[in-house]
């Protein structure tokens, strides 16, 4: 779901080659299911294998890692770990509507409308747990760090991205923001050309910035506010929100009362919130994070890429062996880079 931040924050747009030099910690999740939506055959169905095994995932790692490291970002993912139980009705309606698109997929199939079973098959996408050890087996094979958070991985991000490990979270949620980030930066797994769902037309994805900091000025409230007005307009732990609430009511009333309490006083009613509402602050405010993570970038082992993939999985190795001279290259730039800032 993610929370509907969209026309609310204030966002920079750049350019990824001018990320170079920087450090970026992917939600990996995140990453993952918009791989396995986009990364598809034109009738919608993912990449496999030989063996009926699903390969999306890995395409979308090797491929788009080894862009942005070619341009001399180093990345590391963040794999999430157990859910908040509060998050339970969020992930059942998640499934519900995979299951849903799944019988519209085979509906849209059946009468020979490719272009819609396409888009009904991107909402299918299901991250299987083998996907997620494919994934970590082909970062660690690439030199790529990835750390295991406890609970939410964007918490996890957030919490590196804030202690200065790295320069900025990756996702297309905003759920970061909430979770502490001092930077956010959307669209770098999906940027480029794009096509619109039902519609002939295409739009150029680009990469955009958004910064806490900037946010608390410009709306003119603080983080606590900012997780407060989150809440009412619907998190993944209360995916409804509060009925008739959109991202600028909910500003004009936190600025207007201060609290979300404040406003179930003078304004909602008392029973506006089904849940503990402090417990849902204590998620974002207080998430459930790991310190004992390392993040060391290494020279990719390509033959055990090659091995991996290629024999395993049935890529092209020619194709793999490319984009890891990319990331080769790319690396030995930002080494170069490095050396030379640090001497002057």
């Avoid at 094979?141 to 958070?149: E, H, N």
């Avoid at 940027?191 to 037309?201: A, F, I, N, Q, T």
């Avoid at 490319?322 to 880079?337: F, I, S, V």
Wanted: proline share 4%; charged share 30%; glycine share 8%.
């Amino acid at each position: 779901m993610g929370i509907n931040f969209k026309d609310l924050v204030p966002k920079i747009q750049v350019n990824l080659q001018d990320l170079a030099g920087k450090s970026i910690a992917v939600d990996a999740y995140n990453a993952l299911y918009q791989f396995l939506a986009i990364i598809r055959q034109p009738n919608g169905t993912p990449l496999k294998d030989c063996e009926g095994r699903v390969t999306s995932h890995l395409s979308g790692v090797l491929y788009r890692t080894s862009n942005l490291v070619e341009m001399g970002i180093r990345v590391s993912y963040v794999f999430d770990g157990a859910p908040p139980a509060l998050k339970e009705i969020e992930i059942k309606r998640r499934m519900k509507t995979k299951q849903d698109a799944v019988v519209k997929y085979e509906k849209a199939i059946a009468e020979g409308k490719t272009e819609e079973a396409r888009t009904y098959a991107q909402a299918t996408s299901q991250l299987k747990n083998y996907m997620a050890q494919d994934c970590k087996r082909l970062l660690t094979l690439m030199g790529i760090p990835w750390v295991q958070a406890l609970g939410e991985g964007e918490a996890q991000a957030a919490y590196m991205t804030e202690r200065g490990d790295t320069d900025f979270c990756a996702s297309q949620d905003y759920d970061s923001i909430l979770f502490g980030a001092p930077t956010l930066i959307r669209n770098v797994t999906i940027s480029g050309r794009r096509k619109l769902p039902r519609k002939p037309v295409y739009v150029e994805v680009v990469p955009e910035v958004v910064k806490l900091d900037t946010i608390l000025r410009e709306l003119g409230i603080s983080y606590e506010q900012l997780v407060d007005v989150g809440i009412l307009i619907g998190t993944d732990y209360n995916p409804e929100g509060v009925k008739g609430i959109g991202p600028k009511t909910a500003l004009r009333l936190i600025k207007e009362y201060g609290t979300i309490d404040k406003i179930a006083e003078g304004f909602l009613g008392e029973n506006s919130f089904p849940v503990d509402l402090q417990q849902i602050r204590d998620l974002f405010l207080n998430p459930n994070v790991r310190d004992n993570y390392v993040l060391e970038w290494q020279e990719p082992d390509a033959e055990g890429v090659v091995d991996f993939l290629c024999r395993e999985r049935d890529f092209s190795e020619n194709r793999v062996r490319r984009a890891l001279e990319r990331m080769r290259r790319g690396m030995r730039e930002e080494k170069t880079r490095t050396t030379l800032d640090t001497f002057f």
